[in-house]
C-alpha cells in the first residue's frame, strides 16, 4: 500500500469556454508531475476581469463539467464558485490546503500567467502555499532575471512542463463563436454542443 501524500494539480480559470489549451497543459503536467488528480477550479469573479463580460457561473461550471468528462485523472472543484469575493488564488489556496490535506500542491500555468505573476495578489504567500507547474506557451517571453528580483523564492519552486503549448483563449474562441465560425478541434464537442444549445457568446 502507497502510504505517500497525494499529489494535486490545481487549474484554475473562468472557462469561458473551457478548451484544448487547458486540457493539454492539465495532462502534460498529471503525468510528468506524476499526480493523482488535477482539479479544475472554475474561478468565481477574476478580479482582473472585473470589467469584462463573464459567463455566468452555471454555464461555466457546466462547461468544465462536459470538457473533463471521461478522463479519470481529471476533477472538478468548487471552493471558489462556492466563496465569496474577492476570487484572489491567494486566499484560495489555504481552502485547498485544509480541503486535501495532507496532499501537495502543484499550481499549474502557462508561461504567460508566470510572468505577469508580481502582478497577482501577494504572490510570495502563493509561492509558500504551493508549487508551481509551468508549460513555456508561445510568444510569452520571460525575464527571468527581473523575476527573481522580485520574487527570489520562484526559483525553487517551479517545475517545467515539456510538451506542446498553443496560443489559444477563451476570447478567441468567443469571438469565433460570435462570428458564427466553426470551434470544432478548438474544445471538446460536449461544449460545444452545450454552446450552441445556450446560444452562448451570440452578438446582442
Known sequence: MNDSPCRLGLLGGTFDPPHVGHLMLAELAREQLQLDKVLFLPAGQPPHKLHQPVSL????LAMTRLAIAGNPGFALDTTDL????????????PLLRQAYAPCRLWLLLGGDSLRDLPTWHDPGRILRCCRLGVLPRPGAQI??????????????NVDWLEGPSIALSG???RQW?????????????????YIQQQALYRPG
Open 177 to 193: 463563436a460570435a462570428a458564427g465560425r466553426s470551434l470544432r478541434y478548438l474544445t471538446p464537442p460536449g461544449v460545444i454542443d
Open 143 to 156: 525575464q527571468w532575471e527581473r523575476l527573481l528580483e522580485t520574487l527570489p523564492q520562484l526559483a525553487d
Open 57 to 60: 457561473p452555471h454555464h461555466r
Open 171 to 173: 476570447t478567441q474562441i
Open 82 to 93: 462556492d466563496r465569496p469575493p474577492p476570487h484572489y488564488t491567494m486566499t484560495l489556496l
